[in-house]
Nanobody, 118 residues
Framework: QVQLVESGGGLVQAGGSLRLSCAASGSTASINFMGWYRQIPGMQRELVAE???????NYADSVKGRFTISRDNAKNTVYLQMNSLSPEDTAVYLC????????????WGQGTQVTVTS
């Protein structure tokens, strides 16, 4: 079992920045990838960014150059630094952890709201 607790969401004006954090607890040694997804009501959940245990990253095209994902393995925490935010980034951001090797599993955080005003 893995528990994920997000923090750092909130309200910000367009052009501003926010930093999200996600702390994992439980069977953290088995986590291979941690990342962030976002959910807009009525739309499909989409991957924002993901990072492997050894630091390889993957970003959605819409956030490349604006968002940076990082990971502190000692603290079992993943961060998402979001810069140059736009109203289109408004969503619930969910932390995600997954194991790549068999047996595969994944876990989700409860989500944190990010609202960007114009």
């Amino acid at each position: 079992q893995v528990q994920l607790v997000e923090s750092g969401g909130g309200l910000v004006q367009a052009g501003g920045s926010l930093r999200l954090s996600c702390a994992a607890s439980g069977s953290t040694a088995s986590i291979n990838f941690m990342g962030w997804y976002r959910q807009i009501p009525g739309m499909q959940r989409e991957l924002v960014a993901e990072i492997s245990k050894d630091g390889m990253t993957n970003y959605a095209d819409s956030v490349k150059g604006r968002f940076t994902i990082s990971r502190d393995n000692a603290k079992n925490t993943v961060y998402l630094q979001m810069n140059s935010l736009s109203p289109e980034d408004t969503a619930v951001y969910l932390c995600h952890a997954r194991r790549y090797y068999l047996p595969r599993w994944d876990y989700w955080g409860q989500g944190t709201q990010v609202t960007v005003t114009s």
